[in-house]
């Protein structure tokens, strides 16, 4: 199959050109016009397709609801956003309830499923800290040990590829040094640390940091704090979500751009909210979360925010039109950059030949025409 665009994302630009997919991988990129096309989309931009790597469900989903239908629908219709692969996210619970949830999503891969990819699990928490815990139930947080660890990775499979964890409760960083060995992302987030015990764990393994700003120790000009951090490790990843409620677009423009190009993330943090009318109310991790009119959810009891219901290509939207951050590096962050985070950069994460294709058109409002999953187009045209 072969579609074309005066308007495909190559080499950090807009190019006119073909596109030729067979076997689910880019087998060619010709000059616009050069062959016949199966789809001419015009002016339409061409992206690689989207990676969300903090997402815990939608569509009344969770990934901790241990249910195979609800996963499979979850990944059937995130492409309607243009996500292509994802990192299902677990939340704090007891190792009963996360064993489960890790299991369901190891059987699921096994079977075989349609949609987006599971690249592997995202597991926030139970290794949090109890101050910055946000929505994340506290009688289930714990300190982290590898013991433990190897537990839950038993049960998913080997698909734990990232975990959220309050590396300054990891006493000698053992699991933080641990997982950095096999290959796991250890991401700080939910942590009271400071600036200079952020540094500690960044030299101990630690490569990203969860959804920055929320769930962590603020900047200040005497204190720095993970934010702080997040702004000076500039070749550690940081996630932010990116619906201009969990930080404002002011916020996000300066993290962007201290990040520079290769190391910011967007992710949505969406819950099983996530395609539901507003108003409606669910349990998170034990707790009641009741949807807002701006599309965040909340803690019914405190108010607090506790996730959200953004869709990937409504954050690239923000990011370009809202928080004016550099096109390129908007682009990167739900593409290049969690590809390479996740060390799938030789796979995902660009329009290349060789690489899957995992394409998505997009109009000039951002609206999805488009999702290619490995060459194969999942939406009605």
């Known amino acids: 199959m072969i579609i074309q665009s005066k308007k495909v994302w190559l080499a950090d630009q807009f190019t006119a050109a073909q596109i030729e997919m067979e076997g689910g991988k880019i087998a060619g990129i010709y000059d616009y016009g050069a062959k016949p096309v199966d789809r001419d989309y015009g002016s339409e931009r061409i992206l690689p397709g989207f990676i969300d790597v903090h997402c815990h469900g939608a569509f009344g989903f969770d990934t901790n609801d241990a249910e195979e239908e609800g996963l499979r629908y979850w990944l059937r219709h995130v492409v309607d956003e243009g996500v292509t692969a994802l990192l299902p996210t677990t939340i704090t619970q007891s190792e009963q309830v996360l064993t489960a949830a890790l299991e369901n999503v190891a059987k699921v891969v096994a079977d075989g ?20 815990k946000g929505a994340q139930p506290e009688q289930h947080i714990v300190k982290p040990t590898i013991e433990q660890f190897e537990r839950y990775q038993k049960a998913a499979n080997g698909l734990i590829k990232y975990v959220t964890m309050a590396t300054e409760t990891d006493e000698d960083f053992a699991l933080t ?20 015990q952020a540094i500690m764990a960044f030299a101990n393994g630690a490569r990203s940091m969860t959804h920055v700003y929320n769930g962590m120790t603020p900047f200040n000009h005497r204190a720095n704090g993970l934010v702080g951090a997040a702004y000076r490790l500039r070749s550690m990843y940081g996630e932010c979500i990116c619906d201009g409620n969990h930080s404002t677009p002011a916020a996000l423009n300066l993290f962007f751009r201290e990040k520079g190009p290769d190391y910011g993330l967007l992710v949505t943090d969406a819950l099983m909210a996530k395609g539901k009318p507003i108003g409606s109310k669910f349990l998170f991790g034990g707790n ?4 807002y009119p701006d599309g ?21 939207r923000i990011l370009i039109e809202e928080a004016q951050v550099p096109v390129s590096a908007a682009i990167n962050a739900c593409t290049k950059n969690p590809a390479a985070c996740l060390r799938v950069d030789d796979r995902k994460g660009a329009i290349r030949v060789g690489l899957d294709a995992d394409l998505v058109v997009l109009d000039r409002d951002y609206q999805v025409l488009q999702t290619y999953c490995m060459g194969k187009g999942m939406l009605d045209e």
């Open 177 to 196: 040094r641990y997982c950095a060995e096999h290959g796991i992302v250890v991401s700080i987030g939910h942590s009271a640390a400071t600036y200079e």
């Open 296 to 316: 965040s959810a909340h803690l019914t009891s405190t108010k607090g925010l506790a996730g959200s219901t953004l869709r990937v290509n409504d954050g690239l």
């Open 113 to 132: 499923y349609e949609g987006a990819e599971v690249l592997g699990v995202h597991f926030e928490g139970p290794y949090l800290d109890m101050v910055y």
């Open 288 to 291: 009641e979360i009741e949807i």
